[in-house]
């Protein structure tokens, strides 16, 4: 059975609680329904979006394994097999041996590091904001191994090569989706009860 959306934020909320990790999640899951709808899968637009939402569920609590509990908790709540299975292959190379193989799957691979490295570079602009960053200015964080470190720089460039795209094409189609996104994902954050 795939998860309705509020029976997924439902249990993103029971295991997270930090701002940082609910922000992320609404961030990877707005993105995940941009590329859905970008790259031809719109009548599945939910599913991606349930995908980025839940793909860090396990993350707070159980860092050390993550990915890994991440299908015990899914499996307690219901989730359908093809979600279980895009939620921890993005943890391919780290933590599980599931490999990214549908596109939405390598998709979550390659944006959920970057949609970091994004929000993190916006913070640092004057308008705090996505909306009128340019992708010189995104290379250049990028390339600035300090900055953001924990976002992991290999993942990205591993997940671009995944999805046969240039990193530059990664960057500018991920940038393009938290543009387009930043105000549903701001108003979803401010109506979080934190």
């Known amino acids: 059975m795939a998860l309705t959306r509020e029976q997924a934020w ?3 909320r029971q ?6 990790h609910l922000r992320h999640a609404i ?3 707005r993105v995940m329904g941009y590329f859905a709808r970008e790259l031809g899968y719109g009548e599945q637009e939910s599913f991606w979006s ?3 939402l839940l793909h860090d569920v396990d993350f707070e609590r159980w860092p050390e394994e993550h990915c890994v509990k991440a299908r015990e908790l899914l499996e307690q709540a219901g989730a359908d ?3 279980i299975r895009a939620v921890i292959s993005h943890g391919w190379g780290d933590h599980v041996d599931v490999k990214p193989e549908h596109e939405m799957e390598r998709v979550l691979f390659a944006v959920d590091e970057l949609t970091g490295l994004i929000g993190a570079a916006a913070l640092m602009r004057p308008s705090r904001s996505v909306a009128d960053m340019e992708l010189k200015s995104l290379k250049k964080k990028f390339k600035d191994k300090k900055f953001a470190a924990g976002c992991s720089r290999p993942v990205i460039e591993q997940g671009a090569q995944l999805l046969g795209w ?6 500018s189609r991920t940038l393009a989706a938290m543009q387009a996104e930043e105000s549903a994902i701001e108003s979803q954050v401010a109506a ?3």
């Open 166 to 171: 240039e990193l530059d094409e990664l960057l």
């Open 27 to 29: 961030t990877v899951e």
């Open 81 to 83: 097999e093809a979600t």
């Open 50 to 52: 349930n995908v980025g």
């Open 192 to 194: 979080l009860d934190m």
């Open 15 to 20: 295991y997270n609680q930090e701002p940082f």
């Open 10 to 12: 439902s249990l993103v």
